[in-house]
């Protein structure tokens, strides 16, 4: 479990390397409690809520619009994973002796967040569905609901384009990741224009994703894990192919 591997041992980072990535503290003020937004109508909007700010809503309970969290309910260490059933049994492994709290999105289905400890470090385990839009609410809400210094991995599934890479290999983006997307403009009559447009890569954190394979490494074998550059695409299908 990543939490286990990499996320736990962050704050000795201070000592090491405080520069490039700040210690993030206990984060003794989390409420560890059931948790329940606000009721919804048919169309999932929640009931009596008043937004102050348009640009980042967040409801008379200070809930973020898509995560339906506040302050308080999300930890500074997030692991994020794709199926809310992986998600509950990643949270399974918290700490039994301290309460973990679930919160799940107005929007049945959206996202489901567990945050307790793990072995007695707070950890946030967020089932965030898939695409990079989605990536991008969880991102965003999470900073607008945690204060300092943030370390998220996200923990699923890829496919591999190197021969040398064994299926069942455990990848880590240590080289960060480029953006694929269709482009519709090339299904025009006439059209000239590529079928896809590929970003410039984006870094991964070098110390983080260092400390993640080393810790991966240890866990499961040298063999079993690789780190690459990472790909990730707009859409399941056509972005793929």
């Known amino acids: 479990m990543p939490p286990r591997c990499c996320l736990g041992r ?27 937004a606000a009721p919804t109508s048919d169309d999932g909007a929640r009931q009596g809520s008043l937004y102050s700010d ?23 260490r997030i692991v994020s994973v794709g199926d809310p059933t992986r998600a509950a049994a990643l949270a399974a492994l918290f700490d039994s002796d301290a309460e973990t709290l679930r919160v799940d999105s107005h929007r049945p289905g959206a996202f489901t967040t567990f945050t307790g400890r793990f072995e007695g470090v707070a950890v946030s385990v967020i089932a965030t569905g898939m695409g990079t839009p989605n990536m991008d609410f969880v991102v965003r809400e ?5 204060e300092g210094p943030m370390a998220v991995v996200r923990f699923g599934s890829c496919g591999i ?12 983006s240590t080289l960060g990741s480029i953006n694929v997307t269709r482009n519709p403009d090339a299904f025009a009559p006439g059209a000239e224009a590529p079928e896809y447009w590929l970003s410039l890569p984006v870094p991964a954190h070098a110390e983080l994703s ?12 040298e063999g079993s894990v690789v780190g690459g550059m990472n790909a990730t695409c707009d859409s399941f299908y056509s972005s793929q192919g």
């Open 54 to 76: 348009i640009d980042f809503p967040k409801d008379d309970e200070g809930r973020v619009h898509h995560l339906s969290v506040r302050e308080g309910e999300v930890a500074q």
């Open 10 to 36: 962050l704050p000795a980072l201070r000592a090491a390397r405080p520069a490039r990535l700040p210690a993030l503290r206990p984060a003794a003020g989390l409420r560890f409690a059931s948790s329940a």
């Open 210 to 221: 260092l400390l993640l394979t080393e810790s991966l490494r240890e866990g499961v074998g």
């Open 161 to 172: 384009v190197c021969k040398a890479t064994p299926p069942g290999s455990i990848c880590v």
């Open 142 to 146: 999470c900073r607008g609901v945690v």
